[in-house]
């Protein structure tokens, strides 16, 4: 397995492993405010999968859709099917910029105001980076409400269970 199969296999599988963490919260905890990131769990749900959603459409050139709201009350379930949609969407973005050969080529990302130029690389990068340092303000939100046993999200958690010794 390459390393960008790696990063990305591991980036959905922990960002599964919170959803379904939360799927027996009621909608008070996922709607509860914290004084973190986006404010709640729901939220924060919301903005990782459409940020993986939205880039991997500007990266393509294909049109965003646009994004749901948290008050929309997207279910856990809503979000696991969005986010094996949006992840396999990202990794076959991802690997085909893998397979030309094109991390340093440039592309115009049209929804920065005047657009800008990005790598390839760069926005992939982005991407998985970006999950990641809004999955650990989940962290944080989920041990404030209580939860135990929360997993560390960690590439070689991921890779043991993956592969078990």
Request: glycine letters at 6%; one cysteine or more.
């Amino acid at each position: 397995m390459d390393l960008l199969d790696r990063l990305l296999e591991h980036d959905a599988w922990t960002t599964r492993q919170l959803i379904q963490r939360c799927g027996k919260l009621p909608d008070e905890e996922l709607d509860r405010r914290f004084d973190i990131g986006h404010r709640s769990i729901r939220a924060t749900l919301q903005h990782i999968i459409f940020n993986m959603e939205a880039w991997s459409a500007l990266i393509a050139g294909d049109a965003v859709q646009k994004s749901t709201s948290p008050d929309d009350g997207e279910s856990m379930p809503d979000f696991i099917r969005r986010l094996d949609r949006a992840a396999e969407r990202l990794a076959d973005v991802a690997k085909a910029v893998s397979l030309r050969g094109a991390w340093d080529e440039r592309w115009l990302d049209v929804l920065d105001q005047p657009p800008t130029e990005k790598s390839y690389g760069g926005a992939i990068a982005h991407v998985i980076t970006h999950s990641m340092h809004h999955r650990a303000q989940l962290l944080y939100m989920l041990r404030q409400i209580g939860l135990e046993n929360l997993p560390e999200g960690d590439v070689l958690s991921w890779e043991h269970q993956r592969t078990p010794v």
